[in-house]
């Protein structure tokens, strides 16, 4: 290396003799951090396309073979995006993660880059509208068989799973009512048959994620979501194995462009830091908002998995040990009532994210679900009052109070 910047790689300081059995909230400040020469304290934002060889001779081998902290071109990989992956993959418990522009990316890449034509696939049903596209619109433009069914009954999976079925696919809490998906039951069923298991782990978030000990082959996030956990940036991650991530997944997402910007990659590292800490308080408020507002004569149901009543409250707390950040509301007076509650709102801000420090209100009927029609909004439970709300770091009596206000003027 013929001076300039040098990348030292992981194991910085100590002489590799320790053990590094670290603890979650440890991995999620340190791990995967490089350092250069200069010795920064907080991870450095690489942003730069492309990479610098000595000679005619280094950027030869590096073609025929990159070593761990050697780059080629930021399409494929940057030492920012590859701190945020394996910060990812050690807190998911994967051998391997590969960031990328947006959740949509990942769950595209996740499924694009293992399937071909005549493949079949089982999908849950109550999905992102933008997964259900994936699925149900692109997949099958390219020949690829989809078996939709209701991801909370096994029985479905059973009948729909087969010989050679090569992947399930779920989001294991569904948008936006909240129903659990049994992962280690799902994972059962789709392995007897040989089918890869990939989860869209969002709504569980990392922190209360133990889907690859549950079963989970392949995880996806949209690190948009409660990664960056500020609302500032998109981004995703597909996490799994060395073998598929680095040989199935890493060749079609670099050749066909889906990579995190290096700057977003740096969002999410430190995003990661906070991980923990913001979805534990947020699930914590979630339960004490549920709970406060359970009975209400105005709300016609409050579903928050935490909340004892709700169907699969023990399949949730097994899962995830907690009910997750998110809860929804179905306002009793339908939409009237549930738009006069919306915009007696002054904290929580009327949206479509979630995960964000900020509480958000969500009308699904009307925004992320507009366009299903009628009959399937129905099947998904998703009714002219239902609320969605993500729950963010405000204070909890605060966002009490004002729901209970607003419940009040409708
Ligand atoms: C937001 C979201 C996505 C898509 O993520 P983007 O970062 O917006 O592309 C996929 N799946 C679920 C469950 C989501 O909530």
């Known amino acids: 290396m013929a001076g300039g910047f040098l990348l030292r790689g992981r194991i910085a300081q100590g002489n590799g003799t320790m053990t590094r059995d670290w603890n979650r909230r440890t991995q999620l400040v340190h791990e995967g951090a490089r350092r250069s020469q200069y010795g920064e304290m907080a991870e450095a934002i690489f942003l730069t396309q492309g990479f610098v060889y000595d000679s005619a001779e280094a950027a030869e081998a590096r073609f025929l073979q990159a070593g761990p902290d050697e780059f080629i071109y930021a399409r494929y990989g940057n030492p920012t995006t590859r701190m945020f992956e394996d910060r990812i993959a050690a807190i998911e418990g994967t051998e391997d993660a590969f960031a990328t522009a947006s959740g949509m990316a990942a769950v595209n890449g996740a499924l694009m880059s293992m399937l071909r034509a005549g493949d079949h696939v089982v999908s849950s049903r109550a999905l992102f509208g933008s997964c259900l596209y994936v699925l149900e619109d692109v997949l099958v433009r390219y020949g690829v068989e989809v078996t939709f069914v209701d991801g909370t009954d096994l029985d479905q999976w059973r009948a729909a799973v087969r010989p050679g079925t090569k992947a399930v696919f779920f989001e294991s809490i569904s948008n936006p009512v909240l129903e659990v998906i049994d992962i280690a039951a799902v994972a059962g069923i789709a392995h007897a048959a040989g089918a890869l298991v990939i989860v869209d782990n969002v709504f569980a978030t990392p922190t209360f994620s133990r889907a690859v000990a549950q079963g989970a082959d392949v995880v996806v996030y949209s690190s948009t979501k409660h990664i960056d956990g500020q609302g500032r940036a998109l981004g995703g991650v597909v996490c799994g194995t060395k073998a598929y991530v680095r040989k199935v997944l890493e060749p079609y997402l670099k050749h066909t462009g889906g990579a995190i910007s290096p700057f977003n990659a740096w969002v999410m590292l430190n995003g990661m830091v906070t991980l923990d800490l913001r979805c534990t308080a947020m699930a914590d408020a979630a339960l004490e908002i549920a709970t406060a507002l359970q009975g209400d004569p105005r709300l016609a149901r409050v579903i928050y998995p935490g909340l004892p009543d709700h169907p699969q409250h023990d399949l949730v707390l097994r899962q995830m040990g907690s009910g997750g950040t998110l809860l929804a509301i179905d306002v009793a007076g339908g939409k009237e009532a549930a738009f006069r509650l919306l915009n007696a709102l002054e904290i929580i801000k009327i949206s479509n994210n979630l995960g964000d420090a900020r509480t958000i209100a969500t009308h699904p009927a009307t925004t992320t679900h507009q366009r299903l029609p009628d009959a399937a909004k129905a ?24 729901l209970k206000a607003a419940l009040a003027v409708i």
């Open 379 to 402: 099947a998904l439970g998703i009714t002219p009052g239902l609320i969605r709300l993500s729950v963010g770091l405000e204070d909890v009596g605060d966002l009490i109070a004002e």
